[in-house]
């Protein structure tokens, strides 16, 4: 008899997987404001286009991130947030498992530009479908921006069901106020379309 069960390449399973955490464009946004709200930032934007499928941009003036933390903060499993088993008993943030970047960038075009406070040159770096194209020093503010284009670009039958722009939409203003709701310390803005 032929043998007939394969391990899948890990591109795919990194979009089969990815597909799990991020369903959505709401899923997305969920993830990128829990990330920034853990950097520490006080004022955290969100900018959408088409319901999230062309663009959802999360802007924060939060701790920023070193080039190395930069590059590693998309690989799967990797995280700051806990190092060893006993810290999931003792979680204060609101990821852990290091899973959002890393599934945001399998199935979507993304550019993250992020400096700490104290240095004078931020990171640049884009990453489609998981793979880095580009990693840069570049002038930016301090904090992190995170821009996602195209969701789903890469995995066309998630994106085909992708419900309506105006459900959409209704999804990723509910998520935006789920969070923000919660967080009276932070100041937040939403926009949508210009």
Request: with cysteine; charged share 25%; net charge negative.
């Amino acid at each position: 008899m032929l043998n007939i069960i394969k391990l899948l390449p890990d591109s795919v399973a990194n979009q089969i997987a990815a597909g799990e955490v991020i369903q959505r464009p709401a899923s997305a946004v969920k993830e990128l404001l829990e990330n920034a709200i853990d950097a520490g930032g006080t004022m955290i934007n969100l900018i959408i286009k088409e319901a999230g499928k062309i663009l959802i941009q999360v802007t924060d003036n939060g701790s920023g991130l070193s080039v190395v933390d930069a590059r590693m903060s998309f690989e799967r499993h990797a995280t700051s947030k806990i190092m060893k088993a006993d810290d999931l008993f003792s979680i204060k943030t609101m990821g852990f498992r290091g899973e959002a970047l890393a599934s945001v960038a399998a199935i979507a075009q993304v550019e993250m530009k992020t400096k700490p406070h104290d240095d004078e040159v931020g990171t640049c770096l884009r990453i489609e479908g998981s793979k880095v194209i580009e990693q840069n020093p570049c002038q930016c503010q301090s904090g992190t921006s995170i821009s996602v284009k195209n969701l789903f670009f890469n995995v066309p039958a998630r994106r085909n069901f992708l419900k309506s722009v105006n459900v959409e939409n209704r999804h990723i203003l509910e998520e935006f106020i789920r969070v923000a709701v919660i967080q009276h310390e932070i100041g937040f803005s939403y926009f949508n379309n210009d």
